[in-house]
């Protein structure tokens, strides 16, 4: 018997209105995935992936975790990039980030949230890095929202540091990776114009 009837009843009916609209569409999808971006987001559930960027399955690679962080020695989100450059070739990583990120509050708050605050403590480094710009921020969610940003220009720069994309930069491999923020309220990516195509591009820019 199959637990959460609703689901797999929400599953079969996406499954046929896929197959109406495009009848090959799973069968060629099983034979490979040829996806051009891979896009590194946060876990929340408001911000689905796919949903969002307009993509079928097929079409966006991606990784997910609490606050869209790239650590430099997270062997799961490392080995997720390794594969998109290395396998799939993807010509573009997109770091999306969104407002209001529960993983930003909460590393704000002076309370103990367990094991997370581990995690979470990249993100007050970005706070303490970026403490004389955040100070003139006077409004909660403004401020909020700034470090919400400036965490996704920091895990783009991070994703750029990594030796897969220095590597494949090295090797002349198009990729492209963007830093990109969604708005919960309004559905709404904004691009935080920090596109960086190759070396010498992120040597300039990186902070
Ligand atoms: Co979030």
Redesign the pocket.
Known sequence: MEKLPELFGNNRRWASSIKEKYPDFFTTLARQQSPDYLCIG?S?SRVPANEILGLLPGDLFVHRNV?NLVIHSDMNCLSVIQYAVDVLRVKHIIVCG?YG???VIASLEEISHGLIDNWLRHIKDIHSYHQKELKEYNDRNSFINRLCELNVVRQVYNVCSTTIVQDAWARKQDITVHGWIYGIEDGLLRDLDVCITGKEDYLQRRM
């Open positions: 946060c929340d606050a969104h990120c529960g993983g």
